[in-house]
């Protein structure tokens, strides 16, 4: 018989434990301020038509080269999932009657053969926003608003949101003398500024022919850009949507979040205006997104406006995964003697009052198990043994301060009391 690789594929990983928890603890975090928004969750398929995912004015081109694509037993070529927002264009193309605005949450992993390395991988989850039916910008400011909201949430104290306009770009591309056949190309080598810096992007620029005068506009203010754009006459639509962002987030006392950024472009297809992303002392963005107008009529629908904005949660996991210390457990339950089968109502009642609550199943002697519930960050543990029983009392130890203490069993209320007292909690059950 062969032997089993036990390495997971390459690009993808095993995330369980403490990790699982926090992963799942931040996809928590998100949903709940997504719904504090009014956005409804949504679920898409895994499998897309690969034409779908590569339409023109879709993922496009650089998306083709990162799918995992696949044939089925019937010959339809197909693709997975990549990130949401192509997927959600297409549900709204074939559900166009939906009452407006539309505002979805798609929380969920996609795939991306993207080469490995830190903070990337191949398999990864996201939570991804989006509001379909408004054309103004305060739908592009409420986006930002979330992310700003869920960073707050997550506890992160130094972060802040790039943002940019796709048309402000255009415009910039036009005043640096770049020719509207050459923009594409342009547009994904300024993309690279905050990896390659200033010098690695001239030197891509001057690769491709391309005048590099425009590096010296992406060092001005928005209203030094502004001023420039209408001496030359030039499309103003980018800068106004950013003033509008800009507006809304100081009334809600968040435009300290913002940081404006000529140079982000983001490198899908299909954005068409304001675009944004989260960064939160990581080489790479926790977050990211913007309006992309023309994907849904791209792909059949009707001509509806749209923005969104995505969180890479395996991206917060491991900027958070040691600054938290959120235990699994409050009260391990230690059985001595003949009490298991007495302890079951004692943990029924626990567990029903809330609390997190485990109890030994392998009948380890007491050493044994402490080095367990010390192992586990367990803050309590309850020791049931046969003289506590006749006694109708359990014995507690603060894992914490090391103090013991005995409790009685009875009324309920009280002994709730009591170990929500020492776990720093208030009972909200046990009446």
């Known amino acids: 018989m062969s032997k089993l690789n036990t390495q997971p594929v390459k690009g993808m990983r095993d995330i369980i434990g403490k990790q699982a928890r926090l992963k799942r603890k931040i996809e928590r975090v998100i949903s709940d301020c997504a719904a504090s928004y009014g956005f409804e ?10 034409e779908t995912l590569t339409i023109k004015g879709g993922g496009g081109g650089e998306a083709a080269k990162e799918l995992y694509t696949l044939e089925d037993q019937s010959g339809r070529k197909l693709g997975m999932r990549f990130e949401f927002t192509t997927s959600l264009a297409r549900v709204i193309a074939g559900n166009p009657d939906l009452p407006k605005p539309i505002k979805t949450l798609n929380m969920g992993t996609v795939y991306r053969y993207d080469n490995p390395q830190a903070l990337r991988y191949r398999e990864f989850t996201q939570g991804d926003c989006d509001i379909i039916g408004v054309r103004s910008p305060r739908a592009d400011a409420e986006c930002i608003s979330f992310a700003i909201d869920v960073m707050k949430t997550l506890g992160f104290d130094s972060f802040y949101v ?12 036009t005043l640096g003398k770049i020719l509207p056949q050459k923009a594409k190309d342009a547009m994904r080598i300024l993309d690279k500024l ?24 992406l060092e001005d203010s928005l209203s030094q850009l502004k001023k420039k754009l209408q001496k030359e006459n030039l499309d103003l639509s980018g800068v106004e949507a950013l003033e509008t962002i800009m507006g809304i987030l100081e009334a809600q006392k968040k435009l300290k979040y913002l940081k404006f950024d000529p140079s982000l472009v983001r490198g899908l ?16 963005s926790v977050g990211g997104g913007g309006r992309y107008d023309n994907l849904i009529r791209s792909l059949g629908g009707p ?3 749209a923005v969104g904005i995505s969180f890479g949660v395996d991206r917060l996991l ?17 059985p001595i003697g003949k009490t298991f089968l007495e302890a079951q109502l004692l943990i029924s009642q626990l567990r029903e009052s809330g609390l997190r609550v485990e109890i030994d199943l392998m009948e380890r002697n007491i050493g044994k198990n402490m080095q367990v519930a010390d192992a586990k960050q367990v803050p ?19 894992m914490v301060s090391g103090q013991e203490k005995v409790l009685k069993l009875a009324p309920l209320k009280t002994l709730l009391e009591e170990i929500n007292s020492i776990l720093g909690k208030k009972s909200e059950k046990g009446n």
């Open 41 to 50: 969750p949504m679920q898409v398929p895994v499998l897309e038509h690969l």
């Open 318 to 334: 491991e900027l958070l995964g040691e600054k938290w210390n959120d235990g699994g457990l409050d009260v391990y339950v230690i």
């Open 303 to 305: 001509d509806l406006p």
């Open 194 to 217: 905050d990896k390659i810096g200033k010098e690695g992007v001239k030197s891509e620029l001057e690769k491709q022919s391309l005048p590099t005068n425009v590096l010296t506009l």
């Open 162 to 173: 790039r943002v940019n306009d796709r048309r402000l770009v255009n415009a910039l591309l």
């Open 269 to 284: 297809e299909y954005y068409t205006g304001p675009v944004f992303e989260v960064f939160a002392g990581a080489t790479v």
């Open 380 to 398: 309590l543990v309850l020791f049931l043994g046969e003289d506590e029983l006749k006694q109708n009392s359990v014995k507690a130890r603060d």
